[in-house]
């Protein structure tokens, strides 16, 4: 399967900043990839679908302005979290669409703490 | 509504006991179904993909049974070592390259 990987694995950043996490893929050519995020003892869920050379598409209620994604090449997607806040404090984690039956590739996540 | 439903939400056992995990699915049109382990402060890693037509699938201590006609999975770990300990995600995609998550199961393996 795919190989991807996330920088940071974990960031501690100030209330009002804004914090740029990497997805990549290391192994695979992804046009699409996906970025969840995870709460405390919750499963994953959708944030948005990042698509090679276009616009993402957001899941509802995702704030598009908030959370900037740019997949500007086909092993690279970055997750901005704008002007952070303590509620944006999650576990964020990317994932690339690869291979047949709809799989796809988890990457190790990305622990943020907004203080 | 496509749903995903695992039972129990957690579960503690001793080292070298067996357990099974439980997932009840509606989504519709199906064509798969997926167990992930996801260690604390990891990302998920697939443990198996059921497909339409399999009913058992095993891999290692871990074996996968599906019912498609009740949609109905079960993921059955023998022999459990304290790496074991970790939440158990059943997974089954819809349309769009979406998947749908179960609420995953938080296993404690105890020595």
């Known amino acids: 399967g795919a190989v991807v990987s996330q920088h940071p694995s974990r960031v501690i950043c100030k209330s009002g900043t804004s914090v740029k996490i990497e997805c990549r893929s290391l192994d695979f050519q992804a046009t699409t990839m996906f970025w969840y995020r995870q709460f405390p003892k919750q499963s994953l869920m959708l944030m948005a679908t990042s698509n090679e050379g276009s616009k993402a598409t957001y899941e509802q209620g995702v704030e598009k302005d908030k959370f900037l994604i740019n997949h500007a090449s086909l092993t690279l997607s970055t997750l901005t979290v704008t002007s952070a806040h303590p509620e944006d404090s999650s576990f964020y984690i990317c994932s690339v669409g690869a291979g047949g039956r709809d799989e796809q590739f988890f990457g190790p996540g990305t622990r943020l703490t907004v203080l | 509504k496509n749903q995903v439903e695992q039972s129990p939400q957690s579960l503690i056992i001793l080292e070298g006991k067996n357990c099974t995990l439980q997932?009840?699915?509606?989504?519709?049109?199906?064509?798969?179904l997926r167990w992930y382990k996801q260690d604390t402060g990891r990302g998920p890693v697939s443990l198996t993909i059921m497909t339409f037509s399999e009913n058992t699938k095993s891999n290692g201590r871990y074996t996968a049974t599906l019912d498609a006609d009740t949609k109905q999975s079960s993921l059955h770990i023998t022999a459990s070592q304290l790496s074991d300990s970790a939440s158990y995600i059943c997974?089954?995609?819809?349309?769009?390259?979406?998947?749908?998550f179960g609420g995953g199961t938080r296993l404690m393996v105890k020595p």
């Open positions: 997974v089954v995609p819809r349309a769009g390259n979406m998947l749908t």
């Open positions: 997932c009840n699915y509606t989504v519709s049109p199906f064509s798969n």
